[in-house]
């Protein structure tokens, strides 16, 4: 998915440019970089991520950097920033989303002189580069931001760092969040409000879709007020956030440990105790232990140190390897025990039917799984989650076409929780997981736990509706 971070102040901002982008590195698997303009001009860094952290990798360059103004990014996959030079001047530009129609706009963008684009690995278009060409087509730096957001379909968030401060424009359907902060001489805006606190920076305005602001060191220039239209994605609470970050008012743990308790009040299932596969679970079974009252525990406990994420390695093999030894089972907590285990999401299930064979070699004698969303039918088409696979590695998708088999089915009626087609997917998928039982979260009760109008939300990989 990807993150950004932009600083404007009136001291030097590297440092907390730094610890701010590195407050991303949930959102990303790929590529990290900085920016940074001062009296020489820009100077930036660029590197691979996917096996090591961003702070590892991007520290030896502090020293090299200097300046009262910069943009990070977390990337999912293309280098960032970029550094461009136009008749609008030299910037550079990082971008969060996906462009669903990039081939289409970069022959548009090719039909003038001297455009061209580089390809990366894969034969594909760099969507940042991309949305600069496209940007750049324009006579002033909001009219080009505002073209690109028009021509491109699926979602780009923006950062646009130039000699006098940022251009920051949300995309226009609000599907992705940014944020300002401020604290005494500094400006800052982000993806995620986690990056604030240990800045000292505090909340001062949530952008709206589709709004561009310009932060200098006079302070925020509004330059495109925001659309009424929002669809912000509803997988941030669920999945992609960090815990301590909020969206629209609204905190991340907050709606989660709701998540969790809405789970348990149609839930009656005997059990022994609770638990959250660490760490995505766990605010969700913190939320549904305290509604029912049964002891939360901790079956499995991670191994932080040296492990890195389970998903930031590009070969599945590996991320199956580093799930498996980053989890350490804890006998006495799983023998003869009947274990609910709530988890925020089932992608493809891949890792979690190792997990939950694990704990019945450990003796537990039932698992029970509570995912906190509804069943992933339908590949995001708005941000990058799941971009680089099929949609039938979805669990229920696996599910929907062992059922139909090679018939087109009609994916409205697996999306309906009450329909009986709902039920044998479920239970497709319960069956490959080996799992002693498997609710859902209904929709609806989602919806209630985020506290935004289903309007204003995008649930397009639960029922369709984007």
Not at 54 to 82: A, C, H, M, T, Y
Not at 101 to 123: I, P, R, T, W, Y
Request: hydrophobic share 35%.
């Amino acid at each position: 998915m990807g993150g950004l971070f932009g600083l404007v102040s009136q001291t030097d901002c590297v440092k907390d440019l730094f610890f701010g982008t590195d407050y991303h590195s949930h959102l990303g698997t790929k590529r990290g970089g900085m920016a940074v303009q001062n009296k020489y001009g820009f100077k930036r860094f660029i590197h691979n991520i996917e096996n090591t952290p961003f702070r590892s990798k991007l520290e030896p360059d502090l020293l090299k950097l200097k300046g009262n103004k910069g943009i990070g990014v977390i990337s999912d996959f293309d280098d960032q920033p970029l550094l461009i030079r136009s008749h609008l001047g030299n910037y550079a530009i990082v971008t969060v989303g996906a462009i669903q129609n990039a081939e289409e706009l970069a022959e548009m963008a090719s039909d003038e002189k001297g455009v061209h684009f580089s390809e990366m690995s894969g034969g594909e278009i760099n969507p940042t580069e991309l949305t600069a060409a496209l940007i750049n087509q324009e006579g002033s730096f909001v009219e080009g931001i505002q073209k690109a957001q028009n021509l491109i379909e699926g979602s780009c968030s923006l950062l646009l760092l130039t000699n006098e401060g940022i251009y920051a424009a949300r995309d226009k359907l609000g599907r992705t969040p940014l944020v300002i902060g401020k604290k005494e001489r500094s400006l800052a805006i982000t993806s995620e409000t986690c990056a604030f606190p240990n800045l000292h920076l505090e909340i001062k305005k949530y952008l709206g879709p589709g709004e561009i602001v310009f932060l200098s060191q006079e302070g925020i220039e509004p330059k495109k007020l925001p659309e009424k239209t929002m669809k912000i994605c509803s997988f941030l609470w669920v999945y992609y956030g960090f815990p301590a970050s909020s969206y629209e008012g609204i905190s991340v743990e907050t709606v989660r440990n709701r998540c969790g308790r809405k789970l348990a009040q149609i839930d009656s299932q005997e059990i022994d105790l609770v638990a959250g596969i660490p760490d995505s679970g766990t605010a969700h079974g913190l939320g549904y232990a305290s509604k029912t009252q049964i002891p939360f525990l901790r079956p499995f406990v991670k191994y932080t140190p040296t492990w890195p994420r389970s998903f930031m390695p590009q070969n599945q093999a590996v991320r199956d390897l580093v799930a498996k030894m980053k989890l350490i089972p804890i006998k006495d907590l799983i023998e003869n025990k009947r274990i609910l285990f709530c988890e925020d999401s089932i992608v493809r299930g891949t890792q979690l039917k190792d997990t939950i064979q694990r704990l019945y070699h450990y003796g537990a004698s039932e698992v029970h799984m509570r995912p906190a969303c509804p069943p992933l039918i339908y590949g995001c088409k708005y941000l990058n989650f799941s971009r680089s696979r099929s949609e039938l590695d979805l669990a229920a998708r696996k599910a929907v076409q062992e059922i139909e088999g090679e018939k087109a089915a009609n994916l409205s009626d697996y999306a309906h929780p009450d329909s009986e087609k709902h039920h044998r997917m479920v239970d497709k998928i319960r069956q490959r997981l080996k799992l002693t039982s498997l609710r859902y979260q209904r929709l609806e009760e989602l919806v209630k736990a985020i506290g935004l109008p289903k309007e204003k939300l995008c649930t397009y990989c639960w029922d369709g509706c984007g």
